[in-house]
């Protein structure tokens, strides 16, 4: 059972409606003065909740986006309201050798996110607090609820295509959208973050204070070096923003994929999009869906022109286009699929009452960096790979996002995230809805043939489309400065009480 609760944050000015998991069927804590020890001792001296495994709350509270990680039982999930429930949420566990992990919106591909210790879940800490040239936020704050906090205020952040994924992965990782070749990466906006470390200090880093730290903190992923309790960000200045959907045939997929590829290394920096060749089941003979979509954040007229020139590229109409002007928060509601629903009802299925959107049951993924377009032979090999060996029931992607533009005027080593010189981010996804020991086996073939097929060409990966097999991860995800990153986990975090499989320093180099 789920219960709601509207959290009001003093001074913000803002009323945030918050989706607070399992907070209606806590247990009866015996220890109510909080000098007690255990985890009623800790539940009693924090203002937010901790839900344990005896609770009905729970099997809804240890959920991520992917259900394949609900086979994961943590010993507590708590959900901490201010950064001071974080550090004695931090001091209890490391005094207490628990293991801990840090959760936001829970989508992180490889389930870093949670584990069989403490979860640590900052989606109470969503607020959203507008300042005269910065906006501070929670690390839970979704980017369904950004966009309508910040819709009064005429300011925006940097978000990526999924309303329900929270900062505390976003912008720690890089955090790519529409907006990143004109305003950079969600990291790049950062100004300040305030974080728990390992000790339980409670610190700001920036560019005068703990610098070192703050250089880490954009774009070396999160789960690494403390809880980030708010990051203070420059809003983007962006009222309005063309939303613009387009397909074609399948018979013109390559031809598309070239034309896309040139028209955004071509394009102003206003334009942002993704191509997506989306095979919904993969059974013998269903046809591919070839869409490209995005935001131009310009006036009408431009985006116009620009799709007539993607027209021109590809050498053949579209078989269907849609673009529309809209306020920013409308056009970014039609960009997440969620132009019909409430913000409620925006929201990931058993977070809320009305929350409609839907979880994935299993998934596999295989995304690099590149930084020339393929030619038309990989072009080729990657669509083919795409169409072959069909299994039923699989759910096949292959996801294509343009990077670049003002992303790219920024040296490699001035922030943690090192790719500078990729223009695109291309992926293969494979999902299933019901999985069985043969299909999930069948899914990560499939992907694991993409990665086959990208390896050899790309130019590096990126830390929050972490693929499920990447040996190498240390050097695609941070190439050079993998070195730099371990110094800072030796300085804030020396005994590597922040982990997940593929943290930083647990290659143990
Ligand atoms: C459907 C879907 C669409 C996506 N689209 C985009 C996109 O368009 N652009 C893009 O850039 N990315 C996109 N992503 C990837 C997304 O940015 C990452 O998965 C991101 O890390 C998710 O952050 P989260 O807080 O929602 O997830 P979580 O799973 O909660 O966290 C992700 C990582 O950050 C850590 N973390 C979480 N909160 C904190 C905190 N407060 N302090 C420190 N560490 C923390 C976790 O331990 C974990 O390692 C998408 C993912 C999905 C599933």
Redesign the pocket.
């Given at each position: 059972m789920q219960s709601r609760r509207t959290i009001l944050r003093a001074g913000a000015g803002l009323a945030l409606t918050a989706t607070a998991v399992g907070v209606g069927t806590l247990p009866v804590f015996a220890d109510a003065t909080g000098s007690g020890t255990g985890w009623a001792g800790l539940a009693a001296r924090i203002q937010g909740d901790i839900v344990l495994p005896v609770d009905p709350g729970y099997n809804a509270a240890k959920e991520?986006?992917?259900a394949a990680f609900d086979a994961v039982h943590p010993q507590a999930i708590a959900y901490p309201e201010t950064p001071q429930d974080v550090q004695a949420l931090v001091n209890y566990a490391r005094n207490n050798g628990i293991s801990v992990?840090?959760?936001?919106?829970?989508?992180?591909?490889n389930g870093?996110?949670t584990g069989e210790g403490l979860v640590i879940d900052?989606s109470r800490?969503n607020h959203a607090t507008v300042g005269t040239s910065t906006v501070k936020i929670g690390?839970?704050l979704?980017s369904i609820d950004a966009l309508h906090a910040l819709a009064p205020y005429n300011k925006q952040v940097i978000?990526?295509?999924?309303p329900?994924?929270?900062?505390?992965?976003?912008i720690?990782?890089?955090?790519?959208?529409f907006q990143t070749r004109k305003f950079g990466l969600?990291s790049d906006r950062l100004r300040s973050a305030q974080?728990v470390l390992a000790d339980g200090r409670l610190i700001r880093a920036s560019e005068t204070s703990y610098s070192d730290l703050f250089w880490a903190l954009r774009g070396s992923?999160?789960?690494?070096?403390?809880?980030?309790?708010e990051f203070e960000v420059a809003p983007i200045d962006q009222p309005r923003m063309v939303f613009f959907s387009t397909m074609w045939a399948w018979d013109k997929a390559e031809q598309v994929f070239a034309a896309w590829q040139t028209w955004q290394l071509n394009a102003s920096v206003n334009l942002g999009s993704a191509l997506i060749y989306n095979l919904p089941d993969a059974a013998p003979g269903n046809v591919p869906m070839v869409i490209i979509t995005g935001g131009y954040h310009g006036p009408e007229s431009e985006a116009q022109a620009a799709l007539a020139q993607l027209t021109s590229l590809v050498g053949a109409q579209p078989t269907s286009t849609f673009a529309s002007d809209l306020p920013y928060a409308d056009a970014m509601k039609t960009a997440y699929g969620c132009g019909d629903l409430t913000q409620e009802q925006c929201h990931r299925e058993g977070t809320g009452a009305e929350a409609h959107l839907h979880r994935?049951a299993f998934q596999r993924d295989a995304y690099r960096m590149f930084n020339q377009p393929f030619t038309p032979t990989q072009i080729s090999t990657v669509l083919s790979t795409l169409d072959s060996n069909r299994v039923a029931g699989q759910r096949r992607v292959v996801h294509c996002?343009a990077v670049g533009g003002n992303a790219n005027n920024v040296s490699p080593t001035a922030t943690a995230y090192v790719h500078r010189q990729a223009n695109f981010v291309i992926g293969y996804v494979g999902q299933l809805d019901a999985p069985t020991p043969e299909s999930e086996a069948a899914a990560s073939a499939f992907v694991q043939t993409g990665a086959d097929v990208l390896n050899p060409i790309s130019n590096g990966a990126?830390v929050?489309?972490p693929g499920s097999s990447l040996p190498d991860w240390a050097t695609q995800y941070y190439g050079d400065n993998y070195l730099r990153l371990k110094k800072v986990k030796k300085a804030y975090d020396p005994n590597n009480f922040?982990r997940?499989p593929r943290s930083i320093g647990s290659l143990g180099q």
């Amino acid at each position: 059972m789920q219960s709601r609760r509207t959290i009001l944050r003093a001074g913000a000015g803002l009323a945030l409606t918050a989706t607070a998991v399992g907070v209606g069927t806590l247990p009866v804590f015996a220890d109510a003065t909080g000098s007690g020890t255990g985890w009623a001792g800790l539940a009693a001296r924090i203002q937010g909740d901790i839900v344990l495994p005896v609770d009905p709350g729970y099997n809804a509270a240890k959920e991520l986006q992917i259900a394949a990680f609900d086979a994961v039982h943590p010993q507590a999930i708590a959900y901490p309201e201010t950064p001071q429930d974080v550090q004695a949420l931090v001091n209890y566990a490391r005094n207490n050798g628990i293991s801990v992990r840090v959760r936001s919106g829970g989508h992180n591909f490889n389930g870093w996110s949670t584990g069989e210790g403490l979860v640590i879940d900052t989606s109470r800490l969503n607020h959203a607090t507008v300042g005269t040239s910065t906006v501070k936020i929670g690390p839970g704050l979704q980017s369904i609820d950004a966009l309508h906090a910040l819709a009064p205020y005429n300011k925006q952040v940097i978000a990526g295509t999924c309303p329900t994924v929270a900062p505390g992965g976003f912008i720690s990782g890089g955090g790519i959208g529409f907006q990143t070749r004109k305003f950079g990466l969600g990291s790049d906006r950062l100004r300040s973050a305030q974080i728990v470390l390992a000790d339980g200090r409670l610190i700001r880093a920036s560019e005068t204070s703990y610098s070192d730290l703050f250089w880490a903190l954009r774009g070396s992923g999160g789960g690494n070096f403390g809880v980030v309790t708010e990051f203070e960000v420059a809003p983007i200045d962006q009222p309005r923003m063309v939303f613009f959907s387009t397909m074609w045939a399948w018979d013109k997929a390559e031809q598309v994929f070239a034309a896309w590829q040139t028209w955004q290394l071509n394009a102003s920096v206003n334009l942002g999009s993704a191509l997506i060749y989306n095979l919904p089941d993969a059974a013998p003979g269903n046809v591919p869906m070839v869409i490209i979509t995005g935001g131009y954040h310009g006036p009408e007229s431009e985006a116009q022109a620009a799709l007539a020139q993607l027209t021109s590229l590809v050498g053949a109409q579209p078989t269907s286009t849609f673009a529309s002007d809209l306020p920013y928060a409308d056009a970014m509601k039609t960009a997440y699929g969620c132009g019909d629903l409430t913000q409620e009802q925006c929201h990931r299925e058993g977070t809320g009452a009305e929350a409609h959107l839907h979880r994935t049951a299993f998934q596999r993924d295989a995304y690099r960096m590149f930084n020339q377009p393929f030619t038309p032979t990989q072009i080729s090999t990657v669509l083919s790979t795409l169409d072959s060996n069909r299994v039923a029931g699989q759910r096949r992607v292959v996801h294509c996002m343009a990077v670049g533009g003002n992303a790219n005027n920024v040296s490699p080593t001035a922030t943690a995230y090192v790719h500078r010189q990729a223009n695109f981010v291309i992926g293969y996804v494979g999902q299933l809805d019901a999985p069985t020991p043969e299909s999930e086996a069948a899914a990560s073939a499939f992907v694991q043939t993409g990665a086959d097929v990208l390896n050899p060409i790309s130019n590096g990966a990126y830390v929050n489309f972490p693929g499920s097999s990447l040996p190498d991860w240390a050097t695609q995800y941070y190439g050079d400065n993998y070195l730099r990153l371990k110094k800072v986990k030796k300085a804030y975090d020396p005994n590597n009480f922040f982990r997940h499989p593929r943290s930083i320093g647990s290659l143990g180099q």
